[in-house]
């Protein structure tokens, strides 16, 4: 297989090795590849992305050289007299075994990711995450620092900012530290999701979902609720900066301990830390 995949892993890496110098992704206009990797998580449903892709592309292939072949060999000018047979045991033997091998190959790693990708034994430290119409509220309960998180309205963006995804209020992780999430929500059924940490969680009222990230570099990282959650669903975004152990810890003790959304925190970065 991985024969197979070979020419689609030369060409995608050389995208990524483009897009790389770009602190961290976000969404772009036309873009249609995943954003770019910042986690365990997401580089190895990026590479599973692409094995698959590669499958695809083969059996796409096959199937359309097959048809041509038909066309061509069984047109009424080169086949005037059709056969008459309808079985055909090893055909058909073959063509069920085979769509069942690919599918068994596709399961194995798909399985492994699911699992790696499930819940972590040893995390480092914890955010809660909380949906509400129409926005998300972080706990960090070992630090006891919590807030509520709004989109920043289009007339109040701040350049740089992009529309839909700034929030007022941000979360703040260190890179290389495994985070566990845990999210719920107060009303209704709502979705964390952040494409380039490869995280999308369901957060449902009165249960507690688990998943987590350990981000690889420092950066602003954005996602959106991918539950349709109301009508204001398109307008909760969710802004994460990850920075240094170092700048971590010292975000941390500038934060008011217990309060919610009142004094908000600031960006590490603005901050000058
Ligand atoms: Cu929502």
């Known amino acids: 297989m991985s024969r197979i995949v070979l020419p689609a892993v030369t060409v995608f890496s050389a995208v990524g090795i483009a897009a790389s110098q770009a602190l961290a992704d976000q969404p772009k ?4 590849w995943m954003q770019e990797a910042a986690s365990p998580t997401m580089h190895q449903i990026t590479a599973l992305n692409i094995e698959v892709t590669g499958i695809i592309l083969v059996v796409l292939a096959f199937v359309f050289v097959l048809l041509g072949y038909v066309c061509f060999r069984f047109h009424a ?3 005037p007299v059709p056969a008459r047979w309808t079985h055909n ?3 058909e033997v073959a063509w069920t075994l085979l769509p069942v091998l690919i599918l068994v190959a596709i399961a194995f790693p798909s399985f492994r990711l699911l699992y790696a990708m499930d819940r972590t034994k040893d995390a480092d430290m914890t955010l ?41 209020n941000h979360i703040v992780l260190p890179v290389d530290t495994t985070v566990r999430i845990q999210t719920t929500a107060d ?11 490869g995280v999308k969680i369901d957060a449902f009222p009165g249960r507690l979902n688990e998943t987590w990230v350990r981000i690889d570099k420092p950066g602003i990282y954005f996602g ?5 959650c109301g009508i204001n669903h398109g ?14 810890a010292a975000w941390l003790s500038g934060q008011p301990k217990q ?12 901050a000058g830390h």
């Open 77 to 79: 000018s080169r086949n």
């Open 128 to 168: 809660k995450v909380t949906g509400h119409q129409w926005y998300w509220s972080y706990d960090y309960p070992d630090q006891k620092v919590s807030f509520d998180a709004n989109m920043v309205q289009e007339s109040d963006l701040k350049p740089g900012e992009p529309r839909l995804l700034a929030t007022d």
């Open 224 to 228: 959106q609720c991918s539950q349709l």
């Open 259 to 270: 309060t919610s959304s009142a004094a908000g925190p600031s960006r590490v970065a603005e």
């Open 187 to 197: 009303d209704v059924i709502h979705s964390w999701s952040v494409p380039s940490l």
């Open 29 to 32: 206009a036309w873009g249609v």
């Open 235 to 248: 307008f909760m975004p969710i802004e994460i900066e990850a920075v240094s152990k170092e700048q971590f």
């Open 89 to 91: 045991t090893p055909l």
